[in-house]
T-cell receptor, first 117, second 119 residues
Framework: DADVTQTPRNRITKTGKRIMLECSQT?????MYWYRQDPGLGLQLIYY???????NKGEISDGYSVSRQAQAKFSLSLESAIPNQTALYFC????????????????FGPGTRLLVL | AQKVTQAQTEISVVEKEDVTLDCVYE???????LFWYKQPPSGELVFLIR??????QNEISGRYSWNFQKSTSSFNFTITASQVVDSAVYFC????????????????FGQGTILTVHP
């Protein structure tokens, strides 16, 4: 079974609808992230969470909200979807660097393709 | 602010050719981490390598090798004897860290390089 799962894998919705993308992980990591990928732009950080009570905005948080329901679950919501939110969305997780402070590696889920009509 | 530039938008090679993917980064921090990820046609992101700013040793893993040069702020990726299965989008990414090495945990990605390997 995959360590990081995302549901749904594909979603088509209409402008103005509220939708939620869900992410679950079995890696036991504290840190979770949501990224968005647009063609030719790489990935951009939407929100990130270092633990259940620590949620932070990323580069492009406008129009999005998140909920960290548990260590293993991190959901992304589009309150009122618009066509320019059509993109590929990735969830990622990473472990706490620890006493040595070494950078952890981020592991990505399979992605959710969202189309807003 | 940190920035990652992958100037090569697309590269096309014939199988067995060697190919180098360029990555240039900008950061004001002295402690940082660099990454390469592969995104095959199926869409998932696969971690390839992590390198910290204190370690300039080049690394080789099978047909893959990485050249990190702080003097030119570059972290280039070479595939030797390319294969069709290497066809993918490759991303370089940067994460800044505190002086003690603890990362801020956020990745800045380059735009990606689309590599196509023809049989």
């Amino acid at each position: 079974d995959a360590d990081v799962t995302q549901t749904p894998r594909n979603r088509i919705t209409k402008t103005g609808k509220r939708i939620m993308l869900e992410c679950s992980q079995t890696k036991g990591h504290d840190r979770m992230y949501w990224y968005r990928q647009d063609p030719g732009l790489g990935l951009q950080l939407i929100y990130y969470s270092f633990d259940v009570k620590d949620i932070n905005k990323g580069e492009i948080s406008d129009g999005y909200s998140v909920s960290r329901q548990a260590q293993a679950k991190f959901s992304l919501s589009l309150e009122s979807a618009i066509p320019n939110q059509t993109a590929l969305y990735f969830c990622a997780t990473s472990d706490w660097p620890g006493a040595q402070g070494e950078q952890e590696t981020q592991y990505f889920g399979p992605g959710t393709r969202l189309l807003v009509l | 602010a940190q920035k990652v530039t992958q100037a090569q938008t697309e590269i096309s090679v014939v199988e067995k050719e060697d190919v180098t993917l360029d990555c240039v980064y900008e950061t004001r921090d002295t402690t940082y981490y660099l990454f390469w990820y592969k995104q095959p046609p199926s869409g998932e992101l696969v971690f390839l390598i992590r390198r910290n700013s204190f370690d300039e040793q080049n690394e080789i893993s099978g047909r893959y090798s990485w050249n990190f040069q702080k003097s030119t702020s570059s972290f280039n990726f070479t595939i030797t004897a390319s294969q069709v299965v290497d066809s993918a989008v490759y991303f370089c990414a940067l994460s800044e860290a505190e002086a003690g090495g603890t990362s801020y945990g956020k990745l800045t990605f380059g735009q990606g390089t689309i590599l196509t390997v023809h049989p």
